[in-house]
């Protein structure tokens, strides 16, 4: 996996020009920041640079602009919100093309500790494509380079891997290391028993991670619309319960592979279902619970059931590491995120190192009050999976080796 990067804490950039690579893509309604969590984050590796007397250069990208200048994706509000929360100004290098003449002005005017932050990288056409124009432009602000950004460290683009071929250093911040260290090695080196959870909808999503933590876990849990389709494999009814119909095979060859390797592979027993899905989605829905081999055709499943929640838990009770991804049910619902919040709830209650894999269930645990109890909540949906199938990410890559 190559996680033995250099990281901040290798470096000491007193009077460096310092790029930095934050994940300031923050919600904004009506020009102003509804959740700062990442703005949050990215404050210890800001600090130490800060502290250490670099010249900190800030740049993220915000939403897609798709290459053009949006004024409504500009990153002016967090110049604001970070002075705010870093007790002194940020200087906000307001060019439309990014590495302009405000931004050279601002860089050259530096002194030691203070803070300038770029427009959204994704103002530049080329940034997505990792256009070598842009990755040089970038570089020519910076004479270090630091990737504290995971949430697009699954995408090779100028801001993250472009900019780390015309810099000398290019090491990984706080946030970067501590995604490296809670899922490469909860992946790789997993104190066990390790017991993996994946929910969400479709297999299609998640075939390669089902694939490569059967090989690494010692248990592996299904809750979910995935589960349906396994279900299905094993030949029950699933009724009108969402199905990945060309995929009903490669389930089959799963629960092979996990009886093969002598791996746990826990379905749901039970199942709670519904006429039809709610709508809108948090509506009052009345619902029963069936067994997961009762289900009638004209209904659909929704979430896992109580002897399912159950089971699950128990697994989660003896586990060492515990790696979740994916909510059990339709957890936007009061009434069907019961199996989530019962998943939840058996992490939170645990010993075990626990994992959430970002996207819906980070944003499950945090909604349901638990996001305290976790050992790590992953800052990247689509990075943390690929994580977990086994790929390496360019942003990581892209770092200095120690």
């Given at each position: 996996m190559g996680l033995n990067k250099k990281s901040v804490d290798?470096?000491?950039v007193k009077g460096l020009r310092t790029l930095v690579r934050c994940d300031f893509n923050v919600p904004l309604k009506e020009g102003k920041i509804t959740d700062e969590n990442?703005?949050?984050?990215?404050?210890?590796?800001?600090?130490?640079?800060?502290?250490?007397?670099?010249?900190?250069?800030?740049?993220?990208h915000l939403g897609k602009p798709k290459g053009e200048p949006k004024p409504e994706l500009s990153l002016a509000p967090v110049a604001v919100r970070l002075s705010e929360l870093l007790g002194q100004e940020?200087?906000?290098?307001?060019?439309?093309?990014?590495v302009g003449p405000n931004a050279k002005a601002a860089v050259e005017a530096m002194k030691d500790g203070e803070v300038v932050l770029l427009e959204n990288t994704r103002y530049r056409v080329e940034e997505t494509k990792n256009g070598e124009a842009f990755s040089k432009e970038l570089a020519s602000l910076a004479d270090v380079f630091v990737n504290d950004a995971f949430g697009t460290a699954h995408r090779a683009h100028c801001s993250n891997v472009g900019v780390t071929q015309y810099v000398d250093t290019a090491v990984v911040g706080y946030l970067m290391q501590k995604e490296i260290d809670f899922l490469g090695n909860a992946v790789e080196t997993p104190v066990r028993p390790f017991v993996a959870i994946l929910g969400g909808a479709k297999v299609?999503?998640?075939l390669n991670v089902i694939s490569n933590l059967l090989e690494k876990c010692d248990t592996l849990i299904i809750g979910g619309?995935?589960?349906?389709?396994?279900?299905?494999?094993k030949g029950y009814e699933v009724g009108t319960s969402l199905v990945d119909d060309e995929k009903i095979a490669y389930c089959k060859e799963m629960m092979e592979k996990a009886e093969k390797l002598g791996k746990k592979l826990l379905l749901p027993i039970d199942t709670t279902i519904a006429a039809e899905f709610p709508s809108p989605i948090d509506a009052p829905i009345e619902v029963e619970v069936v067994p997961s081999n009762e289900i009638p055709a004209d209904?659909?499943?929704?979430?896992?059931?109580?002897?399912?929640?159950?089971?699950?838990a128990d697994a989660v009770k003896s586990a060492k590491t515990v790696v979740w991804n994916g909510p059990m049910g339709v957890f936007e619902n009061p009434i069907l995120a019961k199996g989530t919040i019962a998943v939840a709830k058996s992490l939170a209650e645990t010993?075990?190192?626990?994992i959430i894999g970002g996207g819906d269930s980070a944003a499950a645990v945090n909604q349901l009050g638990f996001g305290d109890k976790m050992s790590h909540i992953s800052t990247g949906g689509g990075a943390s999976l690929e994580f977990l199938e086994g790929k390496e990410?360019?942003?990581?890559?892209?770092?200095?080796?120690k």
């Amino acid at each position: 996996m190559g996680l033995n990067k250099k990281s901040v804490d290798d470096i000491n950039v007193k009077g460096l020009r310092t790029l930095v690579r934050c994940d300031f893509n923050v919600p904004l309604k009506e020009g102003k920041i509804t959740d700062e969590n990442r703005l949050v984050a990215a404050l210890p590796t800001i600090k130490k640079l800060i502290a250490d007397g670099g010249k900190v250069i800030l740049c993220s990208h915000l939403g897609k602009p798709k290459g053009e200048p949006k004024p409504e994706l500009s990153l002016a509000p967090v110049a604001v919100r970070l002075s705010e929360l870093l007790g002194q100004e940020v200087k906000f290098a307001a060019d439309p093309e990014v590495v302009g003449p405000n931004a050279k002005a601002a860089v050259e005017a530096m002194k030691d500790g203070e803070v300038v932050l770029l427009e959204n990288t994704r103002y530049r056409v080329e940034e997505t494509k990792n256009g070598e124009a842009f990755s040089k432009e970038l570089a020519s602000l910076a004479d270090v380079f630091v990737n504290d950004a995971f949430g697009t460290a699954h995408r090779a683009h100028c801001s993250n891997v472009g900019v780390t071929q015309y810099v000398d250093t290019a090491v990984v911040g706080y946030l970067m290391q501590k995604e490296i260290d809670f899922l490469g090695n909860a992946v790789e080196t997993p104190v066990r028993p390790f017991v993996a959870i994946l929910g969400g909808a479709k297999v299609a999503d998640k075939l390669n991670v089902i694939s490569n933590l059967l090989e690494k876990c010692d248990t592996l849990i299904i809750g979910g619309g995935m589960a349906y389709t396994f279900l299905k494999a094993k030949g029950y009814e699933v009724g009108t319960s969402l199905v990945d119909d060309e995929k009903i095979a490669y389930c089959k060859e799963m629960m092979e592979k996990a009886e093969k390797l002598g791996k746990k592979l826990l379905l749901p027993i039970d199942t709670t279902i519904a006429a039809e899905f709610p709508s809108p989605i948090d509506a009052p829905i009345e619902v029963e619970v069936v067994p997961s081999n009762e289900i009638p055709a004209d209904k659909m499943g929704l979430d896992i059931g109580t002897k399912t929640a159950e089971l699950y838990a128990d697994a989660v009770k003896s586990a060492k590491t515990v790696v979740w991804n994916g909510p059990m049910g339709v957890f936007e619902n009061p009434i069907l995120a019961k199996g989530t919040i019962a998943v939840a709830k058996s992490l939170a209650e645990t010993d075990a190192t626990t994992i959430i894999g970002g996207g819906d269930s980070a944003a499950a645990v945090n909604q349901l009050g638990f996001g305290d109890k976790m050992s790590h909540i992953s800052t990247g949906g689509g990075a943390s999976l690929e994580f977990l199938e086994g790929k390496e990410l360019p942003g990581v890559a892209a770092a200095n080796d120690k």
